[in-house]
């Protein structure tokens, strides 16, 4: 279960190589999507550490929402989504 999810939309073929590679630091899983590309990250740390780097060299519009995974041992279980569209 990964607990974090990153979208990148409306970024050009070579962005998005730059910001691959960049995920390959955090060993991010990628899944190419019609809208765009996702990555999933197993620690939110991670996530918030990979979209900083990448603010550094883009462009974007960040948002930020939680989606609800369920119950896990008696916990809620969230999903911490960041949708990173190029401006």
């Known amino acids: 279960m990964h607990p974090a999810k990153i979208q990148l ?17 955090f060993k991010a899983e990628i899944v190419k999507t019609e809208n765009g590309i996702d990555l999933f990250f197993e620690d939110v740390e991670n996530a918030r550490l990979f979209v900083s780097k990448l603010q550094k060299e883009f462009r974007f519009e960040k948002k930020m929402s939680t ?21």
């Open 9 to 25: 939309r409306g970024f050009s073929e070579g962005e998005i190589l730059r910001a691959l590679k960049k995920a390959e630091e």
């Open 67 to 87: 989606e609800n995974l369920g119950f896990k041992r008696g916990r809620m279980r969230f999903l911490f989504v960041y949708s990173l569209r190029k401006i």
